[in-house]
């Protein structure tokens, strides 16, 4: 989130897109319900009417994978009917810099497209510069070259009746979300844009987010108190777990990882390739030999790199679909699974589940025996005396049965208390991971190889015996200075000369001298909502990422209703209700001093940006769809990777012309290991079931609560049938067509159980994330007489 949960009652208009946080983040209601209560309008666009929908001043239906046409629609009706805040968008967009004239876009594909890679060369994307290496830019914004003519030029093409011939939403349905969400322009109001996992999972899913994030610029919503662009996170941690490293492109701290290849070769070599020359990222090497000191402690020397070549470089995809794929494949042959259940959580399931039976050994760290830890039983379809992989199931402790923080998704570290001691032999997984690497290391503790180094280097000192010291951990991932051996107390005091550690930079500063902030619990308002006392909130404790932009070039709040931090002239300094997401001594005159987005080589936020699959957002049709692309003649996400087809074979419109989505119900949580188990969730939700139309239903001969065969391409499940109002058929390019939804938190152990809704879905992802088109495929349906 760039703004956090508290925040969304100073909202004036909440757009919620990809997600239905009123079942699946029902605390964030409190919240929306506040602003209405102000008079906010709230939008829901979703395929089915949901309970988000329910209380919505505005419903949109829309066909699932068509994010991008719908926003684009919108970017068009706001840049033609001047609907946009072009203060905001001159001094904090890159909306006046010219692209190169290389640059073009035709009939679905920037300039330099490789067909045979699947990739693009993206030098034709570049700006174009003066002799002196400055960008060139033209203030007016009417350059054709420049971004803002560009992005004009690139959504004209979303016209309202194209647009609603895509996306199948009622013109009219249209006209009003764009029109209430539009007026958001005005500098005294502010917008929100909520969205999870009916934005990310899809082949598009990078470039959804992006839409949603050009259109707030244009707006001018980014960075006032009630705007902002909101991801409203999963798993109760997983914003700590992405911060943590846990993407397999990124160490802490969001640091790329070192790829095999010549620009990481040594560390100078990836300082220099990874370090821009202009924005905050230039000091990453701090960061960067900080996190080594942290890893390695005494064994990171200036001498060997501070540890750098220890680190695992590789130059693959190590994604969930390529760890199974190499599952299959027999080249990864042992897995431990820490928490997951893959078997019912991942994309093409049934091929997961095989792939399982091809590894040596697995381990199996969960509450539960899952239907992972299972899936060489009997009740899951296996044969196990044909199964040669040896299973380990590890009992682990529940939340509250240990002690940690964890990260919400306003960025907010909440230290949470043991509240019961473990059950049974169960642990914490910290406890198990430590246990795990003190065994490591004695076992390689007499070698000398290369494999023993990186293991040998490894400084583990958390305390002795099996018992970590939880606080040692906390304090090294603030960090310390090894000459004063004081806490820091910011990222600012990082140095890349390994006289700091710090085990993840933006995490820098929760833990200073005065003690563990992410512990405190004052719960008095600071002022608008923001509670700097509660908790710590990365980067350095700021509520509100880039709030620099609530104010004008010139320092003072574009509204005095959305006001939140300002230029005090007689203090020179930045002032407000919140810790300024800027130098807070830095002077609107100063050199700089306009500049909010301070992450960015140019300080200025991307309209125009390089990513895998272009500068823009473009509409693709999804991987399985059953019309042409109305757009150009590239039917899908031109870099998207194709797996194999092997166990992962591609629906066909004819054969398979139903949509189909998946979801989550409030009562059950996830694969089910969490919910199935318990008897009272189980009874609320006690079956597999798929929602279709009422039309659907009268056409395919299917009466409510009839047993169904939904099929795929790549597998068939059972459930029961719910007829339902909540989807209705749509006209998509003239033709009608359904689509059905279902949850995906069915499998074959627990109290209940139920189809696996990802025994249909496929190996198929976006480029950027290699996050799974989760929501949207082709299937058919039939009663099971
Ligand atoms: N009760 C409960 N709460 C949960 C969870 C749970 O399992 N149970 N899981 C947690 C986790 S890990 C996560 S990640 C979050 C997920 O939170 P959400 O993203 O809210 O979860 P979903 O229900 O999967 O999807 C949200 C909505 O996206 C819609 N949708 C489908 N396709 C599209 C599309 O193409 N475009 C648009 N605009 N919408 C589409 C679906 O109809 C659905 O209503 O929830 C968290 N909260
Ligand atoms: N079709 C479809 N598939 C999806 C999605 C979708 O929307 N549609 N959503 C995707 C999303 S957003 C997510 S996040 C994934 C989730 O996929 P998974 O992470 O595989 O699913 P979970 O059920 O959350 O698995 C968590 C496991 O951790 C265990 N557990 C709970 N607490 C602890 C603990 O403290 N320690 C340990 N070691 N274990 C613990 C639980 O018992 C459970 O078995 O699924 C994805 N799969
Ligand atoms: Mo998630």
């Given at each position: 989130?760039?703004?956090?949960?508290?925040?969304?009652?100073?909202?004036?208009?909440?757009?919620?897109?990809?997600?239905?946080?009123?079942?699946?983040?029902?605390?964030?209601?409190?919240?929306?319900?506040?602003?209405?209560?102000?008079?906010?309008?709230?939008?829901?666009?979703?395929?089915?009417?949901?309970?988000?929908?329910?209380?919505?001043?505005?419903?949109?239906?829309?066909?699932?994978?068509?994010?991008?046409?719908?926003?684009?629609?919108?970017?068009?009706?706001?840049?033609?009917?001047?609907?946009?805040?072009?203060?905001?968008?001159?001094?904090?967009?890159?909306?006046?810099?010219?692209?190169?004239?290389?640059?073009?876009?035709?009939?679905?594909?920037?300039?330099?497209?490789?067909?045979?890679?699947?990739?693009?060369?993206?030098?034709?994307?570049?700006?174009?510069?003066?002799?002196?290496?400055?960008?060139?830019?033209?203030?007016?914004?009417?350059?054709?070259?420049?971004?803002?003519?560009?992005?004009?030029?690139?959504?004209?093409?979303?016209?309202?009746?194209?647009?609603?011939?895509?996306?199948?939403?009622?013109?009219?349905?249209?006209?009003?979300?764009?029109?209430?969400?539009?007026?958001?322009?005005?500098?005294?109001?502010?917008?929100?844009?909520?969205?999870?996992?009916?934005?990310?999972?899809?082949?598009?899913?990078?470039?959804?987010?992006?839409?949603?994030?050009?259109?707030?610029?244009?707006?001018?919503?980014?960075?006032?108190?009630?705007?902002?662009?909101?991801?409203?996170?999963?798993?109760?941690?997983?914003?700590?777990?992405?911060?943590?490293?846990?993407?397999?492109?990124?160490?802490?701290?969001?640091?790329?990882?070192?790829?095999?290849?010549?620009?990481?070769?040594?560390?100078?070599?990836?300082?220099?390739?990874?370090?821009?020359?202009?924005?905050?990222?230039?000091?990453?090497?701090?960061?960067?030999?900080?996190?080594?000191?942290?890893?390695?402690?005494?064994?990171?020397?200036?001498?060997?790199?501070?540890?750098?070549?220890?680190?695992?470089?590789?130059?693959?995809?190590?994604?969930?679909?390529?760890?199974?794929?190499?599952?299959?494949?027999?080249?990864?042959?042992?897995?431990?699974?820490?928490?997951?259940?893959?078997?019912?959580?991942?994309?093409?399931?049934?091929?997961?589940?095989?792939?399982?039976?091809?590894?040596?050994?697995?381990?199996?760290?969960?509450?539960?025996?899952?239907?992972?830890?299972?899936?060489?039983?009997?009740?899951?379809?296996?044969?196990?005396?044909?199964?040669?992989?040896?299973?380990?199931?590890?009992?682990?402790?529940?939340?509250?049965?240990?002690?940690?923080?964890?990260?919400?998704?306003?960025?907010?570290?909440?230290?949470?208390?043991?509240?019961?001691?473990?059950?049974?032999?169960?642990?914490?997984?910290?406890?198990?991971?430590?246990?795990?690497?003190?065994?490591?290391?004695?076992?390689?503790?007499?070698?000398?190889?290369?494999?023993?180094?990186?293991?040998?280097?490894?400084?583990?000192?958390?305390?002795?015996?099996?018992?970590?010291?939880?606080?040692?951990?906390a304090r090294e991932i603030n960090g310390y200075d090894y000459k004063t051996g004081k806490q820091l107390s910011g990222f600012a005091e990082l140095k890349d000369d390994g006289s700091t550690c710090s085990g993840n930079w933006i995490y820098c500063g929760f833990y200073p001298e005065a003690g563990n902030l992410s512990k405190r619990r004052d719960n008095k308002d600071t002022g608008m909502g923001n509670y700097l006392n509660w908790s710590y909130a990365w980067p350095m404790n700021r509520r509100v990422l880039?709030?620099?932009?609530?104010?004008?070039?010139?320092?003072?709040?574009?509204?005095?209703?959305?006001?939140?931090?300002?230029?005090?002239?007689?203090?020179?300094?930045?002032?407000?209700?919140?810790?300024?997401?800027?130098?807070?001594?830095?002077?609107?005159?100063?050199?700089?001093?306009?500049?909010?987005?301070?992450?960015?080589?140019?300080?200025?936020?991307?309209?125009?940006?390089?990513?895998?699959?272009?500068?823009?957002?473009?509409?693709?049709?999804?991987?399985?769809?059953?019309?042409?692309?109305?757009?150009?003649?590239?039917?899908?996400?031109?870099?998207?990777?194709?797996?194999?087809?092997?166990?992962?074979?591609?629906?066909?419109?004819?054969?398979?012309?139903?949509?189909?989505?998946?979801?989550?119900?409030?009562?059950?949580?996830?694969?089910?290991?969490?919910?199935?188990?318990?008897?009272?969730?189980?009874?609320?939700?006690?079956?597999?079931?798929i929602e279709i139309s009422e039309e659907l239903a009268a056409e395919k001969g299917i009466k409510n609560k009839d047993r169904v065969l939904v099929t795929s391409a790549r597998g068939s499940i059972e459930a029961y049938a719910m007829i339902t109002k909540r989807f209705k058929p749509m006209v998509i390019r003239g033709k009608k067509t359904?689509?059905?939804?279902?949850?995906?938190?069915?499998?074959?152990?627990?109290?209940?159980?139920?189809?696996?809704?990802?025994?249909?879905?496929?190996?198929?992802?976006?480029?950027?994330?290699?996050?799974?088109?989760?929501?949207?495929?082709?299937?058919?349906?039939?009663?099971?007489?």
């Open positions: 989130m760039t703004n956090h949960w508290i925040d969304l009652q100073h909202s004036d208009c909440i757009l919620i897109m990809g997600g239905n946080p009123a079942e699946n983040h029902p605390i964030s209601f409190k919240w929306i319900l506040k602003a209405k209560e102000k008079g906010a309008k709230l939008i829901s666009v979703d395929p089915r009417y949901t309970r988000s929908s329910k209380i919505a001043d505005y419903y949109a239906p829309l066909r699932s994978g068509t994010d991008i046409a719908f926003i684009g629609g919108i970017i068009n009706y706001a840049l033609q009917n001047d609907l946009i805040q072009k203060e905001y968008v001159r001094h904090y967009t890159n909306a006046s810099f010219l692209v190169s004239d290389k640059y073009s876009f035709n009939d679905g594909l920037f300039s330099g497209y490789d067909a045979a890679k699947r990739s693009y060369n993206t030098d034709t994307w570049a700006f174009q510069k003066n002799e002196k290496g400055e960008i060139i830019k033209d203030e007016t914004l009417s350059h054709p070259q420049s971004v803002y003519q560009l992005l004009k030029k690139h959504y004209s093409r979303y016209d309202a009746d194209t647009v609603c011939a895509v996306t199948g939403t009622p013109k009219e349905a249209f006209l009003a979300v764009a029109k209430a969400f539009c007026e958001t322009s005005s500098p005294d109001k502010a917008g929100t844009i909520l969205y999870a996992m009916g934005t990310t999972q899809h082949t598009t899913g990078t470039q959804n987010v992006r839409i949603y994030a050009i259109l707030q610029l244009l707006l001018g919503n980014i960075g006032l108190p009630g705007g902002g662009i909101n991801a409203l996170r999963g798993e109760s941690n997983v914003q700590g777990s992405t911060d943590f490293g846990l993407l397999y492109g990124s160490l802490t701290g969001y640091l790329n990882a070192p790829t095999a290849s010549a620009k990481h070769a040594t560390l100078a070599d990836y300082n220099k390739n990874e370090t821009p020359t202009s924005g905050y990222w230039i000091n990453k090497p701090k960061f960067m030999v900080s996190l080594l000191k942290a890893f390695y402690g005494p064994n990171a020397t200036a001498e060997n790199e501070f540890g750098y070549q220890y680190l695992p470089k590789g130059n693959k995809n190590y994604s969930h679909i390529a760890i199974f794929e190499s599952m299959d494949k027999g080249t990864i042959k042992g897995m431990l699974a820490f928490g997951q259940n893959p078997v019912v959580g991942g994309p093409n399931a049934g091929k997961e589940h095989k792939a399982l039976a091809k590894l040596d050994w697995l381990v199996a760290v969960d509450l539960w025996e899952t239907e992972t830890a299972s899936f060489w039983q009997k009740e899951a379809g296996s044969n196990p005396a044909e199964i040669k992989t040896e299973v380990f199931f590890l009992p682990a402790c529940g939340s509250y049965e240990k002690e940690g923080s964890i990260s919400n998704s306003g960025r907010w570290m909440q230290y949470r208390w043991q509240a019961i001691k473990p059950r049974g032999e169960s642990k914490a997984d910290l406890e198990i991971i430590h246990m795990l690497a003190l065994k490591i290391k004695a076992l390689y503790k007499n070698r000398t190889d290369a494999a023993a180094r990186p293991i040998n280097a490894l400084h583990w000192e958390y305390g002795h015996g099996d018992h970590p010291d939880i606080d040692l951990v880039y709030n620099r932009a609530a104010a004008n070039p010139a320092g003072q709040p574009w509204s005095k209703k959305k006001e939140i931090i300002w230029w005090d002239e007689a203090k020179q300094k930045w002032v407000g209700h919140d810790v300024p997401d800027f130098a807070a001594t830095k002077a609107p005159t100063s050199a700089g001093g306009t500049t909010p987005f301070i992450m960015m080589p140019n300080e200025v936020a991307g309209l125009f940006a390089v990513r895998k699959d272009g500068p823009f957002p473009e509409h693709y049709e999804p991987y399985e769809s059953p019309v042409a692309n109305a757009f150009s003649s590239v039917q899908f996400n031109p870099v998207s990777v194709i797996w194999s087809e092997e166990g992962n074979k591609k629906g066909d419109k004819d054969k398979f012309p139903i949509i189909a989505t998946t979801y989550r119900v409030s009562e059950h949580w996830q694969s089910g290991a969490m919910t199935r188990n318990q008897e009272w969730l189980s009874e609320l939700v006690p079956h597999m079931f359904h689509q059905i939804g279902m949850p995906w938190h069915f499998g074959y152990k627990g109290i209940v159980t139920g189809g696996t809704a990802n025994n249909l879905t496929a190996n198929i992802a976006d480029p950027e994330t290699t996050m799974p088109e989760y929501k949207a495929f082709l299937c058919d349906v039939r009663r099971i007489d």
